[in-house]
C-alpha cells in the first residue's frame, strides 16, 4: 500500500500520434566515461550548456540512445542541459562479471553519483524509465533528495521483484523474464524478440525495433539474471521523498501494468500521474511531443521551486 496523500492531480489524456518526434542527430552530442566507486566505467552523453540538468535514466536491457527523441527536441535542449549515461552492463558501459557488481544496492546508487560528481552537477531532474527507476529508487536509500529537484518515474514501479512485482504481470509476460537469463540462444533470443515486442502498444517501425532489440542483446545474459535478481519494495523511501515527482504511464503497458503507476503516484507525497491512454511501456517514444512538453513544464516548475 502506498502512504496516504492529499491533492492528487491525475492527468488523462490520448496520446500524440504513434512515433510522432522531433527529429535530430544525437550523435552530435559530447560522450564519455565516468567511473563509479567501484570501478566501473559508465558511458554518457550530454548536450552540453550551463543549464537546469535533466538526467535521463534508461530501462533493462536498453541504453542512452533511448532517449533519442528527448535529444532531438530543439526546445528541450534550449532550456535544460539532457544527460543520459549507458546503465552497468548495459550499452558501451562496463560489464562486469561479478554477481554483486549488480546485486548490491549501492552499486547503483554510487553510479548515479558519479555521473553527477563527474560532470560537475549539483542538483537535477532525474528521470528513470523502467529499471531506470528503481535505480532512483536505489539512490534515494542511500543519498537522499539533497541533490534533486524534482523526479519523473516514466512506465516504473516501485516494487523489484517479490510478489507483487510479479502479481500484476499478465502470465505470458511474467514468463518471458526466467527465458531472459537464459545462457541457451534457443530461448533467450526469443524472449528478446517478445520483451522488444512489448516495448510498445503499436508496432514500433522495423528500424527502431531492430535497434531495440540490438541494445538488449548486448547485456551479457549473466548480466541479465543478476540485474533480474534483485528485490526489494521500496515504497517507504517514496513515502519520505519530499520532491516535486511526475508519473508518466502508458494504460496499455504490459511489461509495467499502470497499477505500478499507480502505487508510485499514491506514495510519493508530491506526486502527479499522468495517464497515457493507448500507450505501451515507452511513452517517451511512441508519444515523444506530449512527453517532451510534460516533461519541459515539470522540469521548469521544479527548478523554478527549486
Known sequence: MGCATEGRNTVDGSAAAPYN?????????????????????????????????????????????????????????AAFRLVAFDLRGHGRSDKPEAPEAYLETERWADDVAAVLDELGIDKAVLVGWSYGGYVISDYLRKFGTDRLFGLVMVGTSLWL???????????????????????????????????????????????LYYE?????????????????????????????????????HGDADMLMPLAAGRHIADSFPQARLSVYEGIGHAPFLEAAERFNSELFAFADAAFFQG
Open 21 to 77: 518526434w522531433p527529429e535530430g542527430d544525437i550523435s552530435a552530442m559530447k560522450t564519455g566515461t565516468v567511473t563509479s566507486d567501484d570501478g566501473t566505467r559508465l558511458f554518457y552523453r550530454d548536450s552540453g550548456g550551463h543549464l537546469p540538468v535533466i538526467v535521463l535514466i534508461h530501462g533493462f536491457l536498453q541504453n542512452s540512445l533511448s532517449w533519442q527523441r528527448q535529444f532531438a527536441d530543439a526546445d528541450l535542449c
Open 161 to 207: 521483484g517479490g510478489e507483487e512485482s510479479v502479481r500484476i504481470l499478465a502470465p505470458e509476460i511474467a514468463g518471458i523474464f526466467p527465458r531472459l537469463v537464459s545462457s541457451k540462444s534457443e530461448k533467450n533470443i526469443p524472449a528478446l524478440e517478445a520483451f522488444a515486442r512489448n516495448l510498445s502498444n503499436e508496432p514500433l517501425p522495423e528500424s
Open 212 to 248: 531495440c532489440l540490438g541494445y538488449a542483446a548486448v547485456v551479457p545474459p549473466a548480466a541479465r539474471f543478476n540485474i533480474l535478481h534483485r528485490a526489494a519494495d521500496n515504497t517507504p523511501l517514496a513515502c519520505e521523498a519530499h520532491v516535486p515527482v511526475l508519473v508518466p
